[in-house]
């Protein structure tokens, strides 16, 4: 078969009638075979929309995966009756995910490259040297371990506040239950409800959280395990407890800040 | 315990100066033999003292002067306008920040005196490292 799909000096073209004539057995008759040929026919698109984002920090490979989701929706939903280019129809459900994955696991501000990778090297450093060590690591021990400065250590971790890691496929417990709620669990000893009159206006900040961060904030603060301890038991990384963390107090300050001083 | 250095910082009354607070107390952390759970608690309460402090402040500085010594550091915030008790009892936000300040932290105080408020914070590494 010819290459259906290919990019020419300045732009990508695709075979027009073979297009029409795979949606055609493929909508017609159902045909699966038809809707995989468009699915790899079309994969250029995906790849050359997520150039676009090559300079985000994330890798070029997972912007591809990401969006390779939209392709077979667009498939799906493409009428080829109404008589428009199948790539008009298919970019903005293409550039929809991919924007989405920013979104949900990207960086909330322009961050340098350099740190970027400092930041995501320093989070699997931290897990080596825990490993190794058997206790939390330091700084200058990460910085040793990278061959950078300590200074540079401190910054890829500020930097990594920046970085808005939302697991929301995993906002579970460990025992695979879907919800926390830290109003159940306060509840039983009452340290901190008993200290405030106002318990509606704390039931509800809290409720603004969702229960991964209402885990996570009862385990600290509660329970007083360490960030370290938490990430063990949640098994995700040391910094994305510590992103979670500030992340929950700024919520919780911006919804229960008094309305005057 | 020998006392490492004294470091002292005066920032405007303002959320946005949390950052240069954190990054400061970061630093500090380190050079007093912190791990990074430590840091990051140095981190976490700092910020959350200054944010404290600075919604009482609007308008003026804050100060924070840092003790450092081996493997600890004691913060003093302020002063700072009062009415951090008596009314304050009353504020969730203010009571959450005391819940998660004493939490965090191994000693951790308000004191009003005249109207005028500090806030003293000491945290000790778990470990020296």
Known sequence: MKEAGRVTSRRLVWDKALTAKLFSAYHARGDQDARDELAKMYLNLVKFLASRFRNRGEPIDD??????????KAIDLFDPERGWEFTTYATPTILGEIKRYFRDKGWAMKVPRRLQELSFKASHAIDALTQRLQRTPTVPEI?????????DVLEALETSEAYNFVPLETDHNADGSDSFSIIDCVGKDDRLLSMVDDRTTLSSALKKLSPREQHVLYLRFFEGLT?????????????????????????LRDNLEPEAC | MTALGHVSLTLPASREYART?????????????????????????????????????EG??????????????????????????????????????????????????ISDRDGQCLLRL????????
Not at chain 2, 22 to 48: Q, W
Not at chain 2, 62 to 87: D, N, Q, R, Y
Not at chain 2, 122 to 129: F, L, N, T
């Open chain 1, 63 to 72: 912007l591809v995966q990401v969006g390779t989701i939209g392709l077979p």
């Open chain 1, 143 to 151: 910085a040793a371990y990278l061959e950078v400065t300590p200074d």
């Open chain 1, 227 to 251: 960030q370290t301890e938490i990430a063990k038991m949640l098994a995700i990384s040391q910094m994305q407890v510590s992103r979670l963390l500030r992340r929950t107090l700024q919520v």
């Open chain 2, 21 to 57: 607070a954190r990054l400061t107390a970061a630093e500090l952390a380190t050079r007093v033999g912190m791990d990074i759970d430590d840091v990051d608690d140095v981190k976490l309460a700092v910020e959350e003292a200054f944010v404290y402090a600075a919604q009482c402040a």
């Open chain 2, 60 to 109: 003026h500085d804050v100060t924070l002067a840092f003790e450092l010594s081996p493997s600890s550091i004691e913060l003093v915030v302020g002063p700072f306008p009062g009415m951090c008790e008596g009314e304050s009892r009353k504020d969730a936000g203010r009571l959450f920040a005391h819940f998660i300040l004493e939490s965090i932290c191994d000693e951790f105080d």
């Open chain 2, 122 to 129: 000491v945290k000790r590494a778990e470990c020296a490292g």
